[in-house]
């Protein structure tokens, strides 16, 4: 059984995204470079620019964009750091006019890093116009070198979507160990509160060695204590056999401007596209103790790629994270997400290993029109592929997969 490193420094800020992704100065310059590549089409967009700050303070605004604009700003910080603003907006295409909502994600007290490590920041958000949804997302990773001028990369990418975008789960028994139960739980998001309540819950019974099994959520529901309507914002799975291993997923940001619990198939569509997201679920040293973890999706699919650990890999848990699991938190009691603040627990887990036991996985689709009624065949051909993804991977000891 492997033990995990802490193979980056990363800087968590709390319910926001964090991304993997270095690159190193390619010229000795002042201010930002747009890098080769992106998209910007009439429905989504991905930029990606160098930010050079080594130099004057104040960098001349950086504006750029034909469907969509991004505007990149820096100013002087404290003690010598820069202060980095990013904007998006809609403005062309699917949905326009009227132009979007304005996304605005700030960066303040830049500075590079000791040598040998990577500070990763970021900021996710949707915003609701009319029945569309437009999501935007920045990040910034700030590479460690010899000398200046510091650099570092900033990503941006954004999506206009109508509301409800179907979303599939799937869990894969890769322990050896029998499941004997397994619960899906949808949570879903109250238009205009943004209270939180759960849905129907799905049942399965033992859930075999090597077995998977999976199925679609509904998008929205009618909250029964009161008739709301909420959309699909997160999900718990719950394992049962030698102790039960709880697991609620969520991609935290912004809704709207409050922090809370961004709409679950269409963030998986920001983040992976059509590519399904793989997370760990874990059990404890003795394989018999209750654990429940949260896992914030806008930090762990950044570094997804780079951190998916192998089948048994043990991790040593303080305060209830550790640093080669961006997203997680670990705890002895159930773990709920609060509106405005996060996610909260009264028991983290301190001081103990905890080991992968079994992979969850999720993929967002979004059928055209004219192939609404195919959907329910596409999403079992879906289903049967992450399957033999998942178990031709499960023996390696880093699974590999498509980013």
Same mark, same amino acid.
């Given at each position: 059984m492997k033990t995990s490193r802490n193979r980056w420094k990363v800087l968590h800020a709390a319910a926001f995204v964090m991304v993997i992704s270095a690159v190193p100065p390619t010229a000795r310059a002042v201010g930002f470079v747009l890098n080769p590549g992106g998209t910007d089409n009439a429905a989504n967009f991905t930029r990606s620019h160098q930010y050079f700050f080594g130099g004057a303070m104040g960098v001349t605004p950086l504006v750029n964009g034909t469907n969509w604009r991004t505007t990149l700003t820096d100013a002087a910080g404290a003690g010598g750091a820069r202060n980095l603003t990013v904007g998006i907006q809609h403005i062309a295409g699917t949905g326009v006019p009227p132009a979007g909502p304005v996304f605005n994600f700030s960066f303040p007290g830049l500075k590079q890093p000791v040598i040998g490590a990577v500070d990763v920041l970021g900021r996710a958000e949707q915003l609701n116009h009319g029945a569309a949804v437009d999501f935007g997302r920045a990040t910034v990773s700030i590479r460690a070198g010899a000398e200046p001028p510091s650099a570092a990369t900033v990503i941006t990418s954004g999506q206009h979507l109508a509301a409800g975008t179907p979303f599939?789960? !799937?869990?894969?028994?890769?322990?050896? #160990?029998?499941?004997?139960?397994?619960?899906?739980?949808? !949570?879903?998001?109250?238009?205009?509160?943004?209270?939180?309540?759960?849905?129907?819950? %799905?049942?399965?019974?033992?859930?075999?060695?090597? =077995?998977?099994?999976?199925?679609?959520?509904?998008?929205?529901? #009618?909250?029964?204590?009161? &008739?709301?309507?909420?959309?699909?914002?997160?999900?718990? /799975?719950?394992?049962?056999?030698?102790?039960? !291993?709880?697991?609620?997923?969520?991609?935290?940001?912004? #809704?709207?401007?409050? %922090?809370?619990?961004?709409?679950?198939? @269409?963030?998986?569509?920001?983040?992976?596209?059509?590519?399904?997201? +793989?997370?760990?679920?874990?059990? *404890?040293?003795?394989?018999?103790?209750?654990?429940?973890?949260?896992?914030?999706?806008?930090?762990?699919?950044?570094?997804?790629?780079? +951190?998916?650990?192998?089948? &048994?890999?043990?991790?040593?848990?303080? &305060?209830?994270?550790?640093?080669?699991?961006? &997203?997680?938190?670990? !705890?002895?009691?159930?773990?709920?997400?609060?509106?405005?603040?996060?996610?909260?627990?009264?028991?983290?887990?301190?001081?103990?290993?905890?080991?992968?036991?079994?992979?969850?996985?999720? #993929?967002?689709?979004?059928?055209?029109?004219?192939?609404?009624?195919?959907?329910? @065949?596409?999403?079992?051909? /879906?289903?049967?592929?992450? =399957? =033999?993804?998942?178990?031709?991977?499960?023996?390696?000891? %880093? %699974?590999? *997969?498509?980013?």
């Open positions: 599939a789960w !799937s869990l894969t028994n890769t322990g050896a #160990v029998p499941l004997t139960a397994v619960a899906i739980t949808p !949570s879903y998001r109250e238009a205009g509160t943004g209270n939180l309540f759960d849905g129907a819950v %799905i049942t399965r019974a033992n859930l075999a060695a090597g =077995r998977m099994d999976g199925g679609a959520l509904p998008a929205a529901a #009618v909250n029964p204590a009161n &008739g709301a309507l909420g959309r699909l914002s997160d999900y718990k /799975v719950q394992a049962f056999g030698s102790g039960q !291993s709880e697991t609620m997923l969520a991609f935290a940001g912004k #809704v709207d401007g409050a %922090i809370n619990e961004l709409d679950l198939g @269409a963030a998986t569509m920001l983040f992976k596209g059509s590519d399904e997201f +793989l997370v760990p679920m874990f059990s *404890r040293t003795d394989n018999a103790s209750n654990l429940f973890v949260a896992v914030d999706l806008t930090q762990w699919l950044g570094a997804e790629g780079s +951190l998916l650990p192998s089948m &048994g890999e043990s991790f040593n848990i303080t &305060g209830g994270t550790n640093p080669s699991l961006p &997203g997680f938190l670990f !705890s002895t009691s159930p773990i709920t997400f609060v509106p405005g603040t996060g996610f909260v627990t009264a028991n983290p887990l301190g001081g103990e290993n905890v080991h992968v036991r079994a992979m969850i996985d999720g #993929v967002s689709v979004v059928p055209e029109p004219s192939t609404v009624p195919m959907f329910g @065949a596409g999403l079992l051909v /879906v289903m049967g592929l992450l =399957r =033999r993804v998942l178990l031709s991977s499960r023996d390696t000891s %880093i %699974i590999t *997969r498509a980013c």
